[in-house]
């Protein structure tokens, strides 16, 4: 049957331009989601990505930046971070919490070092719940993480397996956390109404939107090579990343798609782990809960993939075809993400 139905569709036109050599889908040249990196994302406290067609969300730019690199420990060459998505965590500020010197007030032999200690010092989480809870310690935090930002872009030099564990390491501790647990009722479900919810904030995001800043830019530099970065940002790690999709903030959702989108194009290696890790996410989304706040975001990095896809179509992506894509039409919210979902359709239909 479903042979019969694929041997219907009109044939598409090659895209072997957008290709990758496996067919997988890389980085399509118009998506949105591969748009330049502005300079005032921060200041405009959004994220620096963009969406796909299907998107109404607001968006800005982001696009190539440099990096850094420290001397690298032989000791830590070639081991596995698979435990730096699960041991990462927050470490409550407990001592004395002091402000490093600037960049530019040491010399260029110790500012290596200096990076090095910086990320250490914003390994430490704050309290966001109280406003008024360590306010002269969340500010260092908060100069330290913009500094940091402002070094990546500026330092050419390559990253080393330290300073690439150290990064993955700093972003860990601050992104990765665990959400309460939604109310996953039906019923409830019937009722919600987008337009009438007021957007989450989280309070964090002072703090939050400054990492994800630095983590997009680490990974879109030329000078992270992704044959050394893939042994930190990881499966694990990845996979950390996909949780954070359910979030309610919106802001975060954006940065996580961009980011995503990212890493997919950068690390092709990592390419079939997560179109799996997606469609896992959609199967629980589809089949148990009904609930979650990513599946617009997950469509929409989806769609440019799709865009890339090689002819003639793999037999794994016409599965992804049947078994997730044409049933996201069955939850009751699918109003949420309806546009997107039709934007993949679509795709295929094309091909």
């Known amino acids: 049957m479903i042979k019969q139905i694929f041997g219907k569709l009109p044939r598409k036109p090659s895209k072997s331009s957008h290709n990758d050599s496996n067919g997988d889908g890389g980085v399509h040249d118009n998506s949105s989601l591969n748009s330049a990196l502005g300079p005032n994302s921060l200041n405009n406290s959004k994220p ?24 690298s420990n032989k000791s830590n060459h070639g081991k596995k971070t698979a435990s730096l998505a699960s041991q990462a965590g927050p ?13 530019r007030d040491v010399p260029s032999s110790e500012k290596q070092n200096l990076f090095l200690k910086k990320l250490s010092l914003c390994y430490v989480v704050f309290d966001f719940s109280d406003p008024s809870k360590n306010l002269r310690e969340k500010e260092i935090k908060r100069q330290t993480l913009l500094e940091l930002v402002d070094y990546i872009s500026s330092v050419s030099s390559k990253f080393n397996e330290v300073a690439m564990q150290e990064v993955t390491r700093m972003v860990a501790a601050n992104l990765f956390r665990t959400f309460p647990s939604p109310n996953h009722d039906s019923k409830i479900l019937e009722m919600y109404d987008m337009e009438d919810e007021e957007p ?20 879109v530099s030329p000078e992270t090579d992704a044959k050394l970065a893939k042994r930190y940002v990881d499966h694990p790690f990845v996979l950390k990343l996909l949780d954070l999709f359910d979030s309610d903030d919106q802001r975060e959702r954006e940065y996580l798609k961009t980011i995503l989108h990212r890493i997919y194009g950068k690390f092709m290696v990592h390419r079939p782990f997560i179109r799996k890790a997606i469609n896992n996410i959609f199967y629980r989304f589809i089949f148990e809960t009904e609930k979650h706040n990513g599946i617009a975001e997950l469509l929409e990095i989806l769609g440019s993939i799709i865009n890339g896809f090689a002819l003639p179509l793999k037999e794994e992506h016409k599965l992804f075809l049947v078994r997730a894509l044409i049933p996201l039409h069955k939850p009751k919210c699918v109003s949420m993400y309806h546009q997107q979902l039709s934007y993949c359709i679509t795709q295929f239909v094309e091909y």
């Open 91 to 103: 470490i409550s500020a407990s001592g004395v919490y002091e402000a490093l010197p600037s960049f």
């Open 200 to 219: 989450a904030m989280d309070p964090a995001w002072p703090h939050l939107q400054i990492v994800y800043e630095l983590l997009l830019r680490f990974v």
């Open 48 to 71: 620096g990505s963009a969406s796909s067609k299907p998107s109404n969300s607001s968006r800005s730019n982001n696009g190539p930046l440099n990096s850094h690199s420290s001397t």
